[in-house]
């Protein structure tokens, strides 16, 4: 069966500091893979999404960037952090007939302090 | 663009009572998917039903049910005999059948089933 797992489950981290949140999934190949960011209270609102490796699409301008260098690992970062970067970000991934369908993984809560 | 709506911020039923979410959207597609997220205190998304929209037939999944109204642009969640573990975050959801597979996410609703 497919697993997804995000690390770290909690960070906090000061304003301009550095980003590098990890998102892996386990079980299938050539998954579509997912960034969203939740702020306290809100939906969901996709930030990057990647078909492949090395290949990734951007939703929304914004502080962070996001990295697939291996098929089934997908990285999150920033260079200096800002405030407005706090939330809760979810990782999730899809599959080939059944890629509507996505799943997603346990969530790392970031605050920027 | 497409927007999801959710109107009611809050809901409180007693369990085993049945509840509706309410869900409207906005699109000029014709086909896509519709989806109710569920996310529990945990706050693990977690897919609780879908729909396609070529499809007549509300979809069913034992104690969730949709009511899918496409020419009001409305997707209702009706759950049966709720339970205390259903308290929980509950997320519309939209997704076009071309292009990328992108999640279009409603405001949410906080639903609590009280003892």
């Known amino acids: 069966s497919q697993t997804i797992h995000q690390w770290p489950a909690t960070l906090v981290q000061p304003v301009g500091s550095p980003l590098s949140l990890e998102c892996t999934v386990e079980g299938t190949s050539n998954p579509n893979l997912y960034w969203y960011r939740q702020a306290a209270g809100r939906g969901l609102q996709l930030l990057f999404y990647s078909v492949g490796i090395g290949q990734i699409s951007s939703e929304v301008p914004q502080n962070l960037s996001a990295s697939r260098p291996q098929d089934r690992q997908f990285i999150l970062s920033s260079k200096k952090l800002l405030l407005s970067d706090s939330g809760f970000y979810l990782c999730a991934w899809s599959w080939g007939e059944w890629a509507y369908e996505q799943y997603f993984g346990p969530g790392t809560r970031l605050t920027v302090t | 663009a497409q927007t999801v709506t959710q109107s009611q911020p809050e809901m409180s039923v007693q369990e085993a009572e049945t509840v509706t979410l309410s869900c409207t959207y906005d699109?000029?597609?014709?086909?896509?998917?519709l989806f109710w997220y569920k996310q529990p205190p945990s706050r693990q998304m977690i897919l609780v039903i879908r729909?396609?929209?070529?499809?007549?037939q509300n979809a069913t999944e034992n104690r969730f049910s949709v009511n899918f109204q496409k020419a009001a642009k409305s997707f209702s969640l009706k759950i049966s005999d709720s339970q205390l573990g259903d308290t929980a975050m509950y997320f519309c959801a939209f997704m076009k059948l071309q292009g990328a597979q992108k999640l279009v996410f409603g405001q949410g609703t906080r639903l609590t089933i009280n003892p």
């Open positions: 729909q396609e929209a070529y499809k007549q």
């Open positions: 699109t000029s597609e014709s086909n896509y998917y």
